[in-house]
């Protein structure tokens, strides 16, 4: 099983997002530092990769083996939704600030935004169907 948490705790530094994993060979945990205050987490159906979207405008992809930052994306504004298809290629954002209310799509392999469409306010939850 493997899974994620958010620290909730930020000194206005450091902001922890800590992935687990828990199996009969070895847990291990993992604090993967973020920008600012982490306001969404996805994991991947595999477990193998965590997105996170946090409020300094970042998407970042984590390698959720060794907790290292992978790539990291920026939004026009605070991330406050983030998910992952289900095959792990496209990553989606929602965000929301001022005239910044946007859901983008990401590509997961290169960090290229594929697609942005403007909102009429804050995205507060993003989707993806089964098949992408």
Request: charged share 25%; with cysteine.
């Amino acid at each position: 099983m493997r899974g994620y948490e958010k620290l909730t705790e930020n000194d206005g530094t450091k902001v922890e997002l800590r992935a687990v994993a828990l199996s009969k060979e070895e847990p291990w945990v993992h604090k993967m530092q973020c920008g600012d205050r982490v306001r969404s987490v996805a994991l991947s159906s595999d477990g193998a990769t965590i997105v996170s979207g946090d409020s300094s405008n970042t998407v970042t992809l984590w390698d959720a083996a060794t907790g290292e930052k992978r790539r990291e994306m920026q939004c026009g504004g605070e991330v406050l939704s983030v998910a992952l298809s289900s095959d792990g290629a496209i990553i989606v954002s929602g965000d929301g600030y001022e005239d910044s209310n946007k859901v983008t799509l990401w590509d997961a392999a290169t960090g290229e935004m594929r697609r942005e469409m403007q909102c009429g306010g804050e995205v507060m939850s993003v989707a993806l169907s089964s098949d992408g």
